[in-house]
């Protein structure tokens, strides 16, 4: 019985996640707020790919984001060949590449407009009754792969981030939070690269001789799941 549920809401959420995706880019202005106010889910032992509609293309594991970067770009870039020990003469480097490879891609609209799903990672913080949930603070999370270290850079955020549990689960997370646990969740990310800038290649700022790439994301849907503790 509870499969059967669980994959009741799998399906109700895809069309959900399906018809929001299509239809919100028409009115992003006017659901700002109401996009980032979203239902606070468990995953129970699923994996977060079972709730990503087929549609979209999920960029969560390292294999999947290489293999979308060899679909775009075909081959990483010579790491070597950018770094230099003048920043001025590096900075030029990177600045030259990136518009090589976005004139490049500009005509791959297929790929440009798929539709795709990253993670970034979320803290409940202050419960806000209003909404009977919790605003979030979030941050970026980092991949290693054969490419680079890959961190997605989102755009177009929704005004208020608010994840919105049970009523049950609200009950034990105030709990948790009252004994000052760190309440983590995971935010699942959904839109389309940006059509100008849709990558950029760089270096970290931890260690200048790690490359890194920073797909740009126009941010048009989003879902949290509560981090199993």
């Known amino acids: ?39 606070l889910l468990e995953l129970d032992g699923q994996s977060i790919h079972d709730f990503i509609p087929a549609s979209i293309q999920p960029l969560i594991l390292s294999d999947e984001i290489e293999h979308f970067l060899r679909t775009l770009e075909h081959e990483p870039p010579e790491w070597t060949q950018l770094q230099h020990p003048d920043m001025t003469e590096q900075s030029e480097r990177l600045f030259q590449f990136n518009r090589q490879r976005d004139a490049t ?13 990253f993670l ?34 989102p755009t177009h955020f929704p005004d208020y981030l608010v994840a919105i549990p049970s009523l049950d689960l609200r009950k034990e997370l105030l709990k948790r939070q009252k004994h000052g646990e760190q309440l983590e969740i995971i935010v699942v990310c ?6 100008d800038e849709s990558l950029i290649y760089a270096f970290s700022h931890d260690d200048h001789k790690d490359g890194m790439i920073l797909p740009v994301i126009s941010v048009q849907s989003m879902m949290y799941f509560l981090k199993a503790s």
Request: aromatic share 10%.
């Open 1 to 39: 019985m509870k499969q059967r549920i669980s994959q009741s809401i799998r399906i109700f959420l895809c069309v959900v996640l399906w018809s929001s995706f299509h239809e919100l880019s028409h009115v992003h202005s006017q659901t700002g707020i109401n996009n980032g106010i979203q239902p």
């Open 190 to 195: 959904i839109g389309t690269l940006a059509p």
């Open 105 to 117: 891609r500009v005509t791959k609209t297929d790929v440009l407009e798929q539709p795709i799903a």
């Open 120 to 153: 970034w990672a979320g803290i409940l913080r202050q419960y806000q009754s209003e909404y009977e949930g919790f605003s979030i603070a979030l941050g970026p999370e980092l991949t290693n792969s054969s490419w680079g270290i890959i961190r997605f850079k």
